[in-house]
């Protein structure tokens, strides 16, 4: 294909799924697909797998891999991005594993690799919700809660390469062990345990019934109904991890002075703009100095595509500066 | 007097007082002098009095004010560093300011203005406990808590400029107003009253022998004696602000993925190494992940200085960059 614009392709490397795409001009997405990790399989089984997915993309696209510029991938847990290591993954079963190097050898183009959080968040910054900012923080909501920020117009690292875990800031100092940091208190995994106790404490929900009674089908999807009903007991436990989002973010935003917040993951989808309002609400009441309020909390506008897009933007970034 | 090194002048402007110096080569403070401010007489006032102390410190270390490539001052409040403006400082009842327009008119010489606890944390980073470092956060416990963030080798600012504020940040979610933020429970100011409130309460404590019955006269030195006396009501006061401290800066450093934290202000001054080592217990307890409680924490070298000695040495940066 002839294509004086660069491609690049984006990878959002789970424990579950590998999502890929392949973005052109505009950042716009010219194909996707899926495919399962399997990681259980080994490292060499999860290349293999990358490598297939990036196949059915370029085949899709009808593009040659030869007229790739560069591939991004997003790995979940701990990056070190310079050298292009997974440091450690327990999703993949992986420590100190050379993915840029490994990828490389397969594929024959450059590759730049990064934390999943902080390329969702270079998506939003460069693509979505945050494009019009300087610097955002990027806080993804789900079965835990990951952050990133972009400060100056960068990813922001850190000395130790580990910046923007949000959600291991304690915001309940005299709690007890696992009832203090923001994932322990407003992840989905909580919100839902906490729903299910309560309902099993014999307090009335309508996910009783939305759930036929198995308690452990309680997902986004189920979450989202409640809430959007106006079913109570949905309403108190959203809005209490609400409050402490809102906190989290409120800290954040008085520590270092930002103008924007994306806010993003499996929990912000489902529950949308009401769910944005309250964290929000409680962001301005806690934000110092009050002149801060005027900072924008915002929803993803990448939705699960954040991670691919991101991933195919930090490869664009990191190579063209190069 | 014939120098080829650079000479800077840096200010601390208080509400109360006013401290000058001049620095000289290796960061050495060739002389050093102080005023009352006397901002009820207004900005005039101020101004004035700035020139006098810094005559006095010229006439000291006998040297022209031609000389002098540049004066640092570091004011209370909101300040606009890019124009040199302060924007609000409630101790100076100024708003909207422009000091360095002001100075440079009195004193002839490039004026560099920024937050006071901006520039004891550049002091620090420069030439103090912070100087082996890349990055840092500077943490100031006195009547407030304050803090100054250096990141990728210079003072951060923020998008709204106002960034540092981790006195402002919540650490209690679920308390009462006034009871949430790190300033709220473990600023002196606090300290204070809870040991008065517990000893007007009949807990026993030395204190009420220190003060000889007179629970006004608490002030950072009688904590310290009190603290090194091992006084068990003083002990577990100040071990709980150590707690929170400790909480604080282990979410800035989980959020930042920071080097090293230098801890000063009036508290630290008093209680020295054993403070530092309640603060660090809590740090590594909570911060994340559990590699980076290799993040040194350490207190100030500069104490009383920091001010005058970050001021000039940002002058010097600033001035010598452009």
């Given at each position: 294909?002839?294509?004086?614009?660069?491609?690049?392709?984006?990878?959002?490397?789970g424990?579950?799924?590998?999502?890929?795409?392949?973005?052109?001009?505009?950042h716009?997405?010219l194909a996707?697909?899926?495919?399962?990790?399997k990681?259980e399989?080994g490292?060499?089984?999860?290349?293999k797998?990358?490598?297939?997915v990036?196949d059915?993309?370029?085949?899709?696209a009808d593009?040659k891999?030869?007229?790739?510029?560069g591939l991004?991938?997003?790995?979940?847990?701990?990056?070190?991005?310079?050298k292009?290591i997974?440091?450690n993954?327990?999703n993949?079963?992986?420590?100190?594993?050379?993915?840029?190097?490994?990828?490389e050898?397969?594929?024959?183009?450059?590759?730049?690799?990064d934390?999943?959080?902080?390329v969702?968040?270079?998506?939003?910054?460069?693509?979505?919700?945050g494009?019009?900012y300087?610097?955002?923080?990027?806080?993804?909501?789900?079965?835990?809660?990951?952050?990133g920020?972009?400060l100056?117009?960068?990813?922001?690292?850190?000395h130790?390469?580990?910046?923007?875990e949000?959600g291991?800031?304690?915001?309940?100092?005299?709690a007890?062990?696992?009832?203090?940091?923001?994932?322990?208190?407003?992840?989905?995994?909580?919100?839902v345990?906490q729903?299910?106790?309560?309902?099993?404490a014999?307090?009335?929900?309508?996910?009783s019934?939305?759930t036929?009674?198995d308690l452990?089908?309680?997902r986004s999807?189920?979450l989202?109904e409640a809430?959007?009903?106006?079913?109570?007991l949905?309403?108190?436990?959203i809005?209490?991890?609400?409050?402490y989002?809102?906190?989290?973010?409120?800290n954040?935003v008085?520590?270092?002075?930002?103008?924007?917040?994306?806010?993003?993951?499996g929990?912000?989808e489902?529950?949308q703009?009401?769910?944005?309002?309250l964290?929000?609400?409680?962001?301005?009441?806690?934000?110092?100095?009050?002149?801060?309020?005027k900072?924008?909390i915002v929803?993803?506008e990448?939705?699960?595509?954040?991670?691919?897009?991101?991933?195919a933007l930090?490869?664009k970034?990191?190579?063209e500066k190069d």
């Amino acid at each position: 294909m002839a294509n004086k614009d660069r491609l690049y392709l984006g990878i959002d490397l789970g424990g579950t799924n590998i999502q890929a795409g392949l973005l052109g001009a505009d950042h716009k997405l010219l194909a996707t697909d899926r495919l399962k990790t399997k990681a259980e399989g080994g490292e060499d089984t999860v290349i293999k797998r990358i490598g297939k997915v990036v196949d059915s993309v370029l085949e899709k696209a009808d593009v040659k891999i030869a007229d790739v510029d560069g591939l991004g991938i997003g790995a979940p847990g701990a990056v070190n991005h310079k050298k292009g290591i997974v440091i450690n993954a327990v999703n993949l079963r992986w420590t100190d594993y050379p993915l840029a190097k490994e990828l490389e050898r397969t594929l024959g183009i450059p590759i730049v690799v990064d934390n999943d959080v902080n390329v969702g968040t270079w998506g939003e910054f460069i693509a979505g919700a945050g494009k019009d900012y300087d610097e955002l923080l990027g806080i993804f909501v789900g079965t835990g809660i990951g952050g990133g920020l972009v400060l100056n117009g960068d990813l922001y690292h850190g000395h130790h390469l580990t910046a923007g875990e949000i959600g291991h800031t304690v915001i309940k100092a005299d709690a007890g062990l696992g009832r203090r940091t923001l994932e322990n208190l407003a992840s989905r995994t909580n919100i839902v345990n906490q729903l299910r106790q309560l309902i099993l404490a014999n307090h009335p929900s309508i996910i009783s019934e939305l759930t036929e009674g198995d308690l452990g089908r309680v997902r986004s999807k189920i979450l989202a109904e409640a809430f959007k009903k106006e079913d109570p007991l949905t309403l108190e436990v959203i809005g209490q991890a609400a409050h402490y989002i809102g906190t989290a973010i409120a800290n954040t935003v008085t520590l270092l002075s930002l103008p924007c917040v994306v806010v993003g993951g499996g929990v912000t989808e489902a529950l949308q703009a009401d769910w944005i309002e309250l964290i929000r609400d409680v962001f301005e009441e806690y934000v110092f100095p009050p002149e801060l309020s005027k900072c924008k909390i915002v929803a993803s506008e990448l939705g699960d595509d954040a991670g691919i897009i991101g991933a195919a933007l930090l490869a664009k970034q990191r190579l063209e500066k190069d």
